[in-house]
């Protein structure tokens, strides 16, 4: 089962950050937070993922709380073309990458 | 370098037909994995590698069966197709570590 929760969906201005956020609350030492997100129906596309610092790539920012029961993922300057579904992973143990419902992402012209 | 590789990439099988969709991957990965993912819902497990030779259950792996003879691929069988199995399956693989997953471009199934 998902080891995190999210909201259902959200709306973002084009052109302002997004912000999705995600709770974890049993997470454990050494397991980390995976951003994920799937735009229509094709193959699900890795954003980010993070331990407890936060981190930042081409695509996005990770912001984890210090006592790593939540995190943020920040678009920051959202384009149409972020429209997605987003999901937070907390793998379980071997591995398991297991998916819930996500956020479905709309930005908005 | 293709990363995933899924085929077919469409499929329509009646009811009882058997078929078996394969998965490659040329990245060397240890870890593949198998999803369905049914219309407005999230990805669901159905079965899992670790390694050549290992294969595991995930969250629903009734109606399924797999076999990972050789590391770069993953076989995903349907001994007898039913509807409930209409979906599109999404293949998956990762590195060891905390490797993220790579997943291939789905095979959409349809049983009549």
């Known amino acids: 089962d998902a080891k995190t929760t999210q909201p259902t969906s959200m709306d973002c201005a084009e052109g302002r950050a997004a912000n999705l956020p995600c709770n974890h609350s049993?997470?454990?030492?050494?397991?980390?937070v995976y951003w994920y997100r799937q735009i229509h129906s094709q193959g699900p596309q890795y954003i980010i993922h993070?331990?407890?610092n936060n981190e930042t790539n081409e695509m996005a920012s990770l912001i984890i709380t210090e006592d790593r029961k939540s995190s943020t993922l920040i678009l920051p300057h959202a384009t149409l073309r972020d429209t997605a579904v987003y999901y937070c992973i907390v793998p379980n143990t071997g591995n398991q990458f297991y998916f819930g419902t996500g956020t479905s992402l709309t930005v908005i012209p | 370098n293709a990363g995933v590789t899924q085929t077919p990439k469409f499929r329509v099988l009646k009811t009882g037909q058997s078929m078996t969709l394969l998965c490659a991957q040329d990245?060397?990965?240890?870890?593949m994995y198998w999803y369905r993912q049914d219309p407005g819902m999230g990805l669901r497990l159905i079965h899992y590698s670790v390694g050549e030779g290992t294969t595991a259950k995930g969250e629903v792996p009734d109606g399924y069966n797999v076999s990972r003879l050789k590391k770069q691929n993953f076989l995903l069988g349907l001994e007898s197709a039913a509807p409930s199995q209409t979906s599109v399956y999404f293949c998956a693989s990762s590195g060891q570590g905390y490797s993220p997953l790579h997943f291939g471009n789905g095979t959409r199934l349809t049983v009549t």
């Open positions: 049993t997470i454990s030492g050494n397991e980390y």
């Open positions: 990245m060397n990965h240890e870890y």
């Open positions: 993070g331990l407890k």
